[in-house]
Every structure is written in C-alpha cells, then in structure tokens.
C-alpha cells in the first residue's frame, strides 16, 4: 500500500490530479504507472457518488485515492473515506485544533462524543511536545484503559488512511513544525497558487520567493519524516518537480491534471497543424491560429487546485 512505500526514505511515488469523473480516464491514468491519483473536491464540481465511483475504480486497477475536501469539517472527511478515499486531503490549513478534528475523523473511526474528545484534547497537547508520539499505544492507551483493545482496533481499522494537511498561507508556513508535530499527520500537500497570492507574488510562478518558500517547506516536512508533494501543474513543471525530489528530498510528485494535459496536447497538436497548412500556403482555410488560446482564456482551468 501507498502508506508502507512512503514509510521509505528512498522511496518516490508518482501520481496526478483527475478531474473528470468519466471512467474512460481510469484506464489511460492507470497506463501511465501513477501510484495515487488526486481528487480534488474543493475546486471541482464532484458529488459523493462520483467521488465514490472514482475512489473504488483506482483502488481496484491498484492506484490509491486520495481526495481533498472541501474544508476542515471532520464528518466530510469521514464521508470521503466511507466513499472509498485512502488519503484525506484538507485545504488551507492554519491552526492546530484544524488538524487535531481531522486526526479525530481520519484516524479514530468510529469513536465519537465525549471519548473521542478526552483523546482529542490529549492530541492537541502533543503539539507543544519535542518527542514524537504514537498516536495509538501513547495517547489512545492514556485514556482508555482496556489492556490495548480498543488501540489495537483502531490503528488496524485505519491502517491504511493517510492524512495530508495543504500548506498554503504563510500562517501555515510559520507554524508548520507545530502542525506536523501532532500524531496523525502523514503529510503535506503544498498548494502553490494560493501561496503565491499569501506572499504577495500572485501566479508568478517563477518568483525566487515563492520556490524558495517552497524548497522549505519539502525540507522541514522530510525532516519530520512526513511525506510532501507539491501539485505544480505551471511553468518549468518537470524540471520543478526533479529538483524538489533530487535536492530537497519530496517523495510524492503530483504532477498536472487529465484536463490540463488534455488542453495542452490538443492546444500544440492543433496549432502544429494549422502552422503547417499556412506555411503550405495552400488553400483559403478559415482559421486563426490563436483561436485556441483565447478561447481557452474563457473556460475556467485548474489555476486555483
């Protein structure tokens, strides 16, 4: 499974985000070798039941699911997972009470009320701790003493969920050594456009401050030895992504989207074609050769994911 592989220091996984709930975009994504595919419920229009629909045809073609939620409600979380989700993802997280009710949702099904609180207010205080901590043998066998049987049932139930936090203000960056102290987390998702408006260099995605901001948080995330990605779908997108992995250490690449890819092969593919029948000079087409372009100015892309 996902989780044991990033567990592996030397170990990179590969995956990217999907779009479009058609199940002709299983099979080609699956062609491509992805470990995980992105689904992003906070941007993109999906409903649980195609949510649903996409987590278990991935899981099954052996490619793990991994959803973003539309904010930090615990119980979307816990709507996702019972969809199919592998991993939770939660945009714009800031505070350590965010992340303490998403650990509560992700990794301690089914318990709720007043004994998932007493557990919740001991995660909460691992936050302040130096030492790591086990979120089921040291804070779960803390408050429910019945010899490791309730611990032992929880860690097994959700064995296999992850919990990514996304990184995507400054307020996130300034406290993300708290963030990721709290036992639960796997990891961070870095969201590159909202950040570049927080440090005041929208979409310049070439701007010094926002890779350099980025080298930092893939360096103190790894140094936790919690797993980070960035979805980077912008300029110098391949190169970006080797030299976060090669010189920072990220092991999860999350690379573009279906819809992304899709507009930039059919946008080169045309464009190449009609630059060809006008360098041919022959006939009286009736074509702009930035016809594409500006028409996909009009149709809202995935810039903001």
Same mark, same amino acid.
């Given at each position: 499974?996902l989780k044991?592989?990033?567990?592996?220091p030397?170990?990179?996984?590969?995956?990217?985000? &999907?779009?479009?709930?058609?199940?002709? +975009?299983?099979?080609?994504?699956?062609?491509? *070798? =992805?470990?995980?595919? %992105?689904i992003?419920?906070?941007?993109?229009?999906?409903?649980r039941e195609?949510v649903?629909?996409?987590?278990?045809g991935?899981?099954?073609?052996g490619?793990?699911?991994?959803?973003?939620?539309?904010?930090h409600?615990p119980?979307?979380?816990t709507?996702?997972?019972d969809?199919?989700?592998?991993?939770?993802?939660?945009p714009?997280?800031?505070?350590?009470?965010?992340?303490v009710?998403?650990?509560g949702?992700?990794?301690l099904?089914p318990?709720?009320?007043?004994?998932?609180d007493?557990?919740?207010?001991k995660?909460q205080?691992?936050g302040?701790e130096?030492?790591? &901590?086990?979120?089921?043998?040291?804070? +779960?066998?803390s408050?429910?003493d019945?010899n *490791? =049987?309730?611990?032992n %049932?929880?860690k097994e139930?959700n064995r296999?969920?992850m919990?990514?936090i996304n990184i995507?203000s400054?307020?996130?960056?300034?406290?993300?050594?708290?963030?990721?102290?709290?036992?639960?987390?796997?990891?961070?998702?870095?969201?590159?456009?909202?950040l570049?408006?927080?440090l005041?260099?929208p979409?310049?995605?070439?701007?010094k401050?926002?890779?350099?901001t980025?080298?930092?948080?893939?360096?103190?995330?790894?140094?936790?030895?919690?797993s980070?990605?960035?979805?980077?779908?912008?300029s110098?997108?391949?190169?970006n992504?080797?030299h976060?992995?090669?010189?920072?250490?990220?092991?999860?690449v999350?690379?573009?989207?279906?819809?992304?890819?899709? *507009?930039?092969?059919?946008a080169?593919?045309?464009g190449?074609?009609?630059?060809k029948l006008k360098?041919d000079?022959?006939g009286?087409?009736?074509?702009?050769s930035?016809?594409?372009?500006?028409?996909?100015?009009?149709?809202?892309?995935?810039d903001?994911?």
């Amino acid at each position: 499974m996902l989780k044991q592989r990033l567990r592996n220091p030397k170990d990179v996984v590969f995956g990217t985000c &999907v779009l479009t709930p058609s199940p002709s +975009v299983l099979q080609p994504t699956v062609n491509a *070798n =992805v470990d995980f595919v %992105f689904i992003d419920t906070e941007h993109i229009a999906l409903n649980r039941e195609q949510v649903s629909y996409m987590c278990k045809g991935f899981y099954f073609a052996g490619v793990t699911p991994i959803v973003r939620i539309p904010d930090h409600d615990p119980y979307k979380a816990t709507m996702m997972i019972d969809a199919g989700a592998i991993g939770i993802v939660s945009p714009y997280v800031e505070t350590v009470e965010q992340v303490v009710k998403l650990v509560g949702a992700t990794k301690l099904r089914p318990i709720k009320g007043k004994k998932l609180d007493n557990i919740l207010a001991k995660v909460q205080d691992c936050g302040s701790e130096e030492k790591q &901590v086990d979120l089921y043998d040291d804070v +779960v066998n803390s408050v429910i003493d019945d010899n *490791n =049987v309730t611990s032992n %049932f929880l860690k097994e139930k959700n064995r296999d969920i992850m919990l990514f936090i996304n990184i995507e203000s400054t307020v996130a960056v300034e406290n993300l050594d708290t963030l990721l102290s709290i036992p639960g987390v796997d990891g961070v998702f870095i969201g590159p456009s909202d950040l570049s408006v927080q440090l005041g260099v929208p979409r310049m995605w070439e701007s010094k401050l926002l890779l350099d901001t980025i080298e930092t948080i893939i360096k103190k995330t790894r140094r936790r030895n919690k797993s980070v990605g960035c979805h980077w779908s912008f300029s110098n997108a391949i190169q970006n992504q080797h030299h976060w992995v090669k010189s920072c250490g990220m092991n999860m690449v999350i690379h573009s989207s279906d819809m992304v890819l899709y *507009n930039k092969t059919l946008a080169n593919d045309l464009g190449q074609i009609k630059g060809k029948l006008k360098k041919d000079g022959g006939g009286n087409y009736l074509f702009s050769s930035a016809a594409i372009g500006s028409r996909a100015k009009l149709i809202k892309t995935e810039d903001d994911v």
